[in-house]
């Protein structure tokens, strides 16, 4: 053991660690005997791979060169993929098209062609009971009106097999998602209008569908309005009428009941379509995770796993396949039966780490005082390394991780992003602030109209508890966020004297830009967060870490690409062009081709590289 200083650690985790891995697994289904997988692949420029596994354990790639399964509806995508009876439908992210993929034939595209390059996008794919058709969700852009919003969201039927003109089902809402088939004949979906979210107040829509024409027999009826509902199966459907999102089924005549009550959260918000947190058995019986617990029924059983999610039922109505987070491993494909959920067999494991079990730094839960009189949460990752140990008496850097959303939540399911830091002598905090999932619609709700003021008390209280625990280095506090975790770490540097530092991925530096200058699923989203556009003007203004410069003083490092439609470069530029001008170190980095967030090899490594020389040279870290 040698003793060096904290943050200067040699660390077995390297920036390519994190691109080279083969299998980062991204969702699973089941077919027939045979289990399909998509994995996102860094090295292949952020290529998203379809793998098909048969029952010897045999695997080969579905999608030919070229092909890279990943939809850019809402900006955020997800449900790209349907796998069912042998037949693979896919999204294809460089036209956007929907294409079929039958046996091992060539891909053939279901939809035209559009006028304009991928301004007609697809997602949330299900197929009718009989095989004739296809539902799924249609995203129109129709830039030639000259605006950005003048999107249009549908549900849409067309031919399973083979080319058609796509049938519209439902138009009538700003927003539509999760179509689900009840039985032969009934067909259900979710709807929302602006300035709502996903997670703020839905409507459950159900109608007949008719087989034969692929239209619906009769007008839709809502048979649930006013909640967060998600996730339709069967009559079965994720709300959190209660404040906790749990399993209900509802009637055809829109009689609710709760089926599994727990004071915990089934799910989380609908960023992005296709997730799957619960699954119905044969006789009724929900099936869910909450982390690594699974629920059959009222039954709970206890697993080693950190998270289990996207739940697929076997034909035998007994056999369940899920993902699988650990704390100390990447994520794996995993299968059990509800009878033992902790008799978990392995059926596909993430690819193996040069990392030790004694350089792995573990989650630690913590609480604490915040602003209000408010408990705030967070996972602390201590420096970690089984060949280094800092000085005796001294307290570790730490890095404070503030999540996207801004309605989303910490994990604490392995990461090497985070390993990275805490093997080379950095304290880590993932903070879940006022606003985060997790905890309840009322902790949610904490952030309805406190953006900018209860996320940054938030963050900075957990780097102040922590240096008053001893357990962080008070002149050596540094935080870093992404998207709306961005404009937390601007807003931190420009109105407190917490941090020694910071980093903004992609963050929103001006509100009243965002406002103005987004895309259509988050257009609304600042009314609740902030305030009314354009009746709440001055909050924007005074929320806006561009209109603060006065007080930003600290060294900042921006990463930015140059195609992000949810955030627009100009965020970044202008928070970098006027710290610049009043001469402020600040280092920008921008990149091309990737859009909101990070997936290339090249972009994730030199970032990474980037951002900790920065933290080191700031902190004189040597």
């Given at each position: 053991?040698?003793?060096?200083?904290?943050?200067?650690?040699?660390?077995?985790?390297?920036?390519?660690?994190?691109?080279?891995?083969?299998?980062?697994?991204?969702?699973?289904?089941?077919?027939?005997?045979?289990?399909?997988?998509?994995?996102?692949?860094?090295?292949?420029?952020?290529?998203?791979?379809?793998?098909?596994?048969?029952?010897?354990?045999?695997?080969?790639?579905?999608?030919?060169e070229?092909?890279?399964?990943?939809?850019?509806?809402?900006?955020?995508?997800?449900?790209?993929?349907?796998?069912?009876?042998?037949?693979?439908?896919?999204?294809?992210?460089?036209?956007?098209?929907?294409?079929?993929l039958?046996?091992?034939?060539?891909?053939?595209?279901?939809?035209?062609?559009?006028?304009?390059?991928?301004?007609?996008r697809?997602?949330?794919?299900r197929?009718?009971?009989?095989?004739?058709?296809?539902?799924?969700?249609?995203?129109?852009?129709?830039?030639?009106?000259?605006?950005?919003?003048?999107?249009?969201?549908?549900?849409?039927?067309?031919?399973?097999?083979?080319?058609s003109?796509?049938?519209?089902?439902?138009?009538?809402?700003?927003?539509?998602?999760?179509?689900?088939?009840?039985?032969?004949?009934?067909?259900r979906?979710?709807?929302?209008?602006?300035?709502?979210?996903?997670?703020?107040?839905?409507?459950?829509?159900?109608?007949?569908?008719?087989?034969?024409?692929?239209?619906?027999?009769?007008?839709?009826?809502?048979?649930?309005?006013?909640?967060?509902?998600?996730?339709?199966v069967?009559?079965?459907?994720?709300s959190?009428?209660?404040?906790?999102?749990?399993?209900?089924?509802?009637?055809?005549?829109?009689?609710?009941?709760?089926?599994?009550?727990?004071?915990?959260?089934?799910?989380?918000?609908?960023?992005?379509?296709?997730?799957?947190?619960?699954?119905?058995?044969?006789?009724?019986?929900?099936?869910?995770?909450?982390?690594?617990?699974?629920?059959?029924?009222?039954?709970?059983?206890?697993?080693?796993?950190?998270?289990?999610?996207?739940?697929?039922?076997?034909?035998?109505?007994?056999?369940?396949?899920?993902?699988?987070?650990?704390?100390d491993?990447?994520?794996?494909?995993?299968?059990?039966?509800?009878?033992?959920?902790?008799?978990?067999?392995?059926?596909?494991?993430?690819?193996?780490?040069?990392?030790?079990?004694?350089?792995?730094?573990?989650?630690?839960?913590?609480?604490?005082?915040?602003?209000?009189?408010?408990?705030?949460?967070?996972?602390?990752?201590?420096?970690?390394?089984?060949?280094?140990?800092?000085?005796?008496?001294?307290?570790?850097?730490?890095?404070?991780?503030?999540?996207?959303g801004?309605?989303?939540?910490?994990?604490?399911?392995?990461?090497?992003?985070?390993?990275?830091?805490?093997?080379?002598?950095?304290?880590?905090?993932?903070?879940?602030?006022?606003?985060?999932t997790?905890?309840g619609?009322?902790?949610?709700?904490?952030?309805?109209?406190?953006?900018?003021?209860?996320d940054?008390?938030?963050?900075?209280?957990?780097?102040?508890?922590?240096?008053?625990?001893?357990?962080?280095?008070?002149?050596?506090?540094?935080?870093?966020?992404?998207?709306?975790?961005?404009?937390?770490?601007?807003?931190?540097?420009?109105?407190?004297?917490?941090?020694?530092?910071?980093?903004?991925?992609?963050?929103?530096?001006?509100?009243?830009?965002?406002?103005?200058?987004?895309?259509?699923?988050?257009?609304?989203?600042?009314?609740?967060?902030?305030?009314?556009?354009?009746?709440?003007?001055?909050?924007?203004?005074?929320?806006?870490?561009?209109?603060?410069?006065?007080?930003?003083?600290?060294?900042?490092?921006?990463?930015?690409?140059?195609?992000?439609?949810?955030?627009?470069?100009?965020?970044?530029?202008?928070?970098?062009?006027?710290?610049?001008?009043?001469?402020?170190?600040?280092?920008?980095?921008?990149?091309?081709?990737?859009?909101?967030?990070?997936?290339?090899?090249?972009?994730?490594?030199?970032?990474?590289?980037?951002?900790?020389?920065?933290y080191?040279?700031?902190?004189?870290?040597?």
């Amino acid at each position: 053991m040698q003793t060096l200083p904290f943050g200067t650690w040699p660390s077995p985790v390297t920036p390519a660690m994190l691109t080279t891995a083969p299998a980062q697994f991204a969702d699973v289904w089941v077919d027939g005997d045979t289990t399909v997988w998509l994995e996102a692949r860094p090295a292949e420029a952020g290529r998203m791979q379809l793998v098909r596994q048969l029952a010897d354990g045999s695997r080969r790639d579905l999608l030919p060169e070229g092909c890279n399964a990943r939809s850019s509806v809402h900006e955020y995508g997800g449900g790209a993929v349907l796998v069912h009876r042998g037949t693979v439908w896919f999204v294809n992210f460089a036209d956007q098209r929907l294409y079929v993929l039958d046996g091992d034939g060539a891909p053939v595209a279901l939809t035209p062609e559009p006028t304009e390059p991928r301004s007609v996008r697809w997602a949330d794919m299900r197929r009718s009971p009989d095989g004739e058709w296809i539902v799924c969700v249609r995203e129109t852009h129709h830039h030639d009106h000259g605006s950005e919003h003048d999107v249009r969201n549908e549900l849409v039927a067309l031919r399973a097999l083979e080319p058609s003109t796509p049938q519209v089902l439902f138009s009538d809402a700003d927003f539509v998602m999760s179509p689900a088939f009840v039985d032969d004949a009934r067909l259900r979906w979710v709807s929302w209008d602006h300035p709502n979210m996903p997670w703020n107040h839905t409507r459950l829509h159900e109608a007949t569908f008719d087989a034969a024409t692929g239209a619906l027999g009769r007008s839709p009826v809502v048979l649930a309005e006013g909640d967060a509902v998600m996730q339709p199966v069967g009559e079965h459907v994720i709300s959190d009428h209660t404040g906790w999102c749990n399993v209900w089924r509802i009637g055809s005549d829109g009689t609710a009941t709760h089926i599994a009550p727990i004071d915990a959260e089934v799910g989380g918000p609908a960023w992005v379509f296709g997730e799957r947190d619960h699954l119905v058995l044969h006789d009724g019986t929900p099936v869910f995770a909450v982390g690594g617990d699974v629920h059959v029924g009222t039954a709970v059983t206890p697993t080693t796993a950190a998270e289990i999610r996207q739940l697929n039922l076997h034909p035998d109505g007994r056999t369940v396949t899920a993902l699988a987070s650990y704390t100390d491993r990447l994520a794996s494909i995993i299968r059990f039966t509800v009878d033992r959920p902790d008799d978990v067999e392995v059926v596909a494991s993430g690819a193996a780490v040069d990392i030790g079990s004694g350089d792995v730094s573990q989650p630690e839960d913590i609480a604490f005082p915040t602003s209000g009189g408010r408990t705030a949460h967070g996972w602390y990752y201590p420096p970690t390394n089984s060949r280094c140990h800092g000085p005796a008496g001294a307290a570790p850097p730490l890095v404070v991780m503030i999540h996207g959303g801004p309605t989303a939540a910490a994990q604490t399911s392995f990461r090497l992003s985070t390993q990275f830091w805490t093997t080379r002598g950095f304290a880590v905090v993932d903070v879940d602030y006022g606003g985060s999932t997790g905890y309840g619609r009322d902790v949610r709700d904490e952030l309805d109209g406190q953006w900018g003021v209860v996320d940054v008390d938030d963050c900075c209280a957990s780097a102040e508890w922590l240096a008053a625990q001893g357990l962080a280095d008070p002149a050596q506090l540094v935080i870093r966020g992404g998207s709306a975790g961005g404009f937390t770490v601007l807003a931190a540097l420009a109105l407190r004297d917490v941090f020694a530092a910071g980093a903004s991925l992609y963050g929103v530096a001006d509100l009243t830009a965002l406002a103005t200058d987004t895309h259509k699923f988050e257009s609304r989203y600042l009314d609740r967060l902030v305030g009314p556009w354009p009746d709440a003007r001055a909050v924007y203004e005074d929320r806006s870490p561009i209109h603060h410069l006065e007080g930003f003083d600290r060294p900042l490092i921006v990463f930015q690409d140059l195609d992000d439609r949810v955030v627009p470069p100009n965020q970044s530029e202008m928070i970098v062009d006027a710290l610049r001008s009043r001469g402020v170190e600040c280092e920008y980095h921008s990149y091309e081709g990737e859009g909101h967030g990070f997936r290339k090899a090249a972009t994730i490594e030199h970032q990474l590289s980037h951002e900790l020389a920065f933290y080191q040279r700031i902190l004189g870290l040597t």
